[in-house]
């Protein structure tokens, strides 16, 4: 099992940035990928960034020019910062741990993103 802790969000007037933290424990696989997923209100989950074990990163193309993920000095723990801000990007955003061998998903609580004057 992983247990995944979220911090960061909240209301934020447009442009403005925001960072997200997330530190998973339990049993962290050797190759894993964490990251980030938003879901706004009567849409599907997206993808907002990941990053691997490896140090792989991906972003979608929405936040590419916007966003950092980083992998943070703590063991397993990942942060994001957007910058630029739309209203566009208001959502609950969710913390995703994947491990690949077996394929498993775990997820965050969520946290929510409202962008608005």
């Known amino acids: 099992q992983v247990q995944l802790v979220e911090s960061g969000g909240g209301l934020v007037q447009p442009g403005g940035s925001l960072s997200f933290s997330c530190a998973a424990s339990?049993?962290?696989?050797?190759?894993?990928?964490m990251g980030w997923y938003r879901q706004a209100p009567g849409k599907e989950r997206e993808l907002v960034a990941t990053?691997?074990?490896?140090?792989?990163?991906n972003y979608a193309d929405s936040v590419k020019d916007r966003a950092i993920i980083s992998r943070g000095s703590a063991k397993n723990t990942v942060t994001l910062h957007m910058n630029s801000l739309k209203p566009e990007d208001t959502a609950v955003y969710y913390c995703?741990?994947?491990?690949?061998?077996?394929?498993?998903?775990?997820w965050g609580q969520g946290t929510h993103v409202t962008v608005s004057p």
């Open positions: 995703n741990y994947h491990e690949y061998s077996p394929r498993r998903d775990y």
């Open positions: 339990g049993t962290i696989a050797s190759v894993w990928t």
């Open positions: 990053i691997s074990s490896t140090y792989i990163v």
